[in-house]
């Protein structure tokens, strides 16, 4: 069954470090998105992503986070500078379209920023 | 702000016995409605999606949506100890397609 797989699973960086979080989704989706879940919080929308370009960002996504597809597999968030409210976990998810239809999660990579 | 609101529980069923979990949201106009399956530091699992009003029956899980109430509920009958998890409820976004999330109801089913 395809699925989204994200790299690494747990990434522990010093504030003000710069960290990339990969992902590979779905081959036939389209759509491309991260959300962040801040521990015993919400899950939380960062950005969107379509024809190699965002489509929506939230209020959270600033100048710090980045989003690019490289090639035609790998989907990735970067963060410049890392603070410690930047610790969560971080999810990339697929779907085919755009909306009404389903949206598969990576396994997450847990960020943590000592 | 548009918004998804659901009980944190936690919810606390024997096995056996049917969970129901409730969920409303904001925006009149959402068109898709999804439950994920969260289990403690691991990713939300999609379980079920519905779009119509009425019930939707997948195994042991039901989807219920009432569009003029906004309100979907997702009932698990037989629950087993392996149900035991935070259940999210997902809302589309018209505009931008994005998910947006209730903060989840944990259920524990007791053996």
């Known amino acids: 069954e395809p699925e989204v797989t994200q790299t690494p699973s747990h990434q522990v960086t010093q504030m003000g470090q710069e960290v990339i979080l990969r992902c590979v989704p779905i081959?036939?989706?389209?759509?491309f998105y991260w959300y962040r879940q801040i521990l015993g919080q919400k899950v939380e929308f960062l950005v969107s992503?379509?024809?190699?370009?965002?489509?929506?960002k939230s209020e959270i996504f600033d100048d710090q986070f980045s989003v690019e597809r490289p090639d035609g597999s790998n989907f990735t968030l970067k963060i410049r500078s890392t603070k410690l409210e930047d610790s969560a976990m971080y999810f990339c998810?697929?779907?085919?379209?755009?909306?009404?239809?389903?949206?598969?999660f990576g396994q997450g990579t847990r960020l943590t920023v000592v | 702000q548009k918004e998804v609101e659901q009980n944190s529980g936690p919810l606390s069923v024997p096995e056996g016995a049917i969970a129901s979990l409730n969920c409303t949201y904001s925006?009149?106009?959402?068109?898709?409605f999804f439950w994920y399956r969260q289990y403690s530091g691991k990713s939300p699992e999609l379980i079920m999606s519905?779009?119509?009003?009425g019930d939707k029956e997948d195994g042991r899980f039901t989807a219920q949506l009432n569009k003029a109430s906004q309100y979907v509920s997702l009932l698990i009958r037989d629950s087993q100890p392996s149900d035991s998890a935070t259940y999210l409820c997902?809302?589309?976004?018209?505009?931008?397609?994005?998910?947006?999330f209730g903060q989840g109801t944990e259920l524990s089913v007791k053996p």
């Open positions: 998810a697929s779907s085919e379209r755009h909306w009404g239809t389903e949206a598969f």
């Open positions: 992503f379509y024809n190699n370009e965002i489509s929506e």
């Open positions: 519905i779009y119509s009003n």
């Open positions: 081959s036939n989706h389209l759509y």
């Open positions: 997902a809302v589309n976004d018209n505009q931008g397609g994005k998910l947006i």
């Open positions: 925006d009149r106009v959402s068109q898709s």
